[in-house]
């Protein structure tokens, strides 16, 4: 191993310049400057170059030009008069992107110098990185080399006619007609944002529920909500075949001609370019390596995997976590695990979809009470127009205490955050209700379902007046 001639010794090496890998660098750089950045491809982060913030930016210009459908109720007059300009509008997501991305080099990879190396990083060695021209000895390796929009290889004769997260944003203007093959929170998110912007959408999927859903009330109500915009063929595969000036998709006994295909069929880490096996280092059927989720450690080897790569939790704030604590454990003396915050889930579409903690189909159905929500007579949902959704939130039978919770909802992300952090707190429904509520607010209607979770605990240990007592 040590006969590899190398031209440069650090202490880290960190193969990948998005969220995970800076996370791990601003750990890294706390204990030694001997470390290397390396990254392949463009920078900036998937997050704000083609993920969390570009596809907000559409969405909220999606969410209100469709507003004007309610505007008559309100009293106001010139609905039909509005239009949207396209090309502007998606001019406008570019600029909001660029500036997101800016930010994220200009506190990172812009101030690096000799620390930053551009290119592609494969495994000599488990401890010699060979990038470009030349070779690296690292002592301690961090893999957060992110992943890439899944595209089945049946689809790349039509290439130029399959839009994905790499490109959509890119587009100049918008097709006629799109069909979304994959409908979790990307399909969604821009499904719902594409037919509100006037595009003619159909929604495909092999399962039967969407977002990713395992709650069968919020399921249906997620399916009758979002089948009112645009259609849903689930439960099916999906095969698509080139039509002349158009692309013939069929799924079942349903079949429509469309402009272009939005692949949203997941995401693929990747691992290809390392050449794992080359150092011995054994996959699963997917390619993946065994990994412990609490120090992000491959096997016993001084190698760390962290953010979309691993598969694990594809979402930022996870990323972050785990690009922190692999970063946190290549410098350390001794590895370290650590507890991995509440799982929380937010689709952003109309009403948002989110799910908290565990979900429905993990959830021990002798041991569960459910306590539920929907938002019709919600006072400020109704306000605003937008009193339609569920709420459902889980609790332990015996003693109350929140275990989940699945929505379709108003405000549905701050509702979550508001569950997960009482869920990482290990508190009970009778501690939430303690809490203040204000009226009129959307958060009322998790009071609401938490009344309704309460009424069914066994042991009631929360006073009936929701208010804590005092001596005196």
């Not at 040590?2 to 990948?16: E, M, W």
């Not at 930010?103 to 551009?118: C, E, P, Q």
């Not at 592609?120 to 992110?146: C, H, K, M, W």
């Amino acid at each position: 191993m040590n006969d590899i001639p190398v031209n440069r010794t650090v202490d880290v090496a960190i193969i990948g310049a998005g969220t995970a890998g800076l996370g791990a660098m601003s750990q890294v750089r706390r204990a030694t400057d001997n470390f290397v950045l390396i990254n392949g491809g463009e920078l900036g982060t998937t997050c704000a170059r083609v993920g969390c913030m570009p596809s907000k930016a559409i969405i909220q210009v999606a969410e209100d030009f469709h507003r004007r459908h309610i505007f008559d109720r309100f009293g106001i007059g010139g609905d039909q008069q509005l239009s949207l300009d396209i090309p502007e509008a998606m001019e406008h997501t570019r600029d909001l992107r660029d500036i997101f991305v800016d930010r994220v080099l200009a506190g990172t990879t812009d101030n690096l110098k000799d620390k930053f190396i551009d290119g592609y990083a494969r495994f000599v060695e488990p401890d010699v990185l060979e990038v470009e021209s030349q070779r690296i000895r690292a002592a301690n390796i961090v893999i957060a080399t992110g992943s890439s929009p899944v595209v089945p290889n049946a689809w790349h004769v039509f290439a130029d006619r399959v839009l994905t997260t790499d490109n959509f944003f890119e587009q100049d203007d918008l097709p006629e007609s799109v069909a979304v093959a994959g409908l979790g929170a990307i399909g969604l998110e821009l499904g719902q944002a594409l037919s509100r912007m006037g595009v003619a959408v159909t929604g495909i999927d092999m399962l039967e529920t969407i977002g990713g859903i395992t709650d069968p009330v919020v399921s249906q109500t997620a399916l009758t909500l979002i089948g009112k915009e645009f259609p849903l063929w689930l439960g099916h595969p999906m095969a698509v075949r080139d039509d002349g000036d158009k692309l013939l998709v069929t799924s079942g006994d349903r079949s429509i001609r469309v402009d272009k295909i939005l692949a949203c069929l997941g995401r693929r880490p990747n691992l290809e370019r390392l050449g794992l096996a080359r150092i011995g280092i054994d996959t699963d059927a997917r390619g993946m390596p065994q990994h412990n989720p609490h120090t992000m450690q491959i096997h016993n080897l001084p190698i760390f995997i962290a953010g979309d790569v691993n598969a694990e939790r594809q979402i930022l704030h996870e990323a972050a976590d785990e690009g922190r604590i692999a970063g946190s454990n290549a410098v350390a003396a001794e590895v370290v695990g650590y507890r991995r915050r509440t799982p929380l889930a937010i689709t952003f579409t109309d009403p948002n979809i989110a799910q908290v903690g565990l979900r429905f189909s993990e959830l021990d159905q002798e041991q569960v009470v459910i306590g539920e929500i929907r938002f019709g007579p919600v006072g400020r949902a109704l306000l605003m127009g937008k009193n339609k959704g569920v709420l459902r939130v889980y609790g332990h039978r015996q003693h109350g205490q929140l275990l989940g919770a699945s929505m379709i909802a108003p405000r549905g992300e701050h509702l979550a955050h508001l569950l997960a952090w009482s869920i990482q707190q290990d508190q009970s429904v009778f501690d939430l209700l303690k809490m203040p509520f204000y009226h009129p607010a959307i958060e009322e209607g998790l009071q609401a379902a938490l009344r309704d979770l309460r009424k069914q605990v066994v042991e009631q240990s929360g006073d009936v007046l929701e208010l804590a007592r005092v001596d005196g």
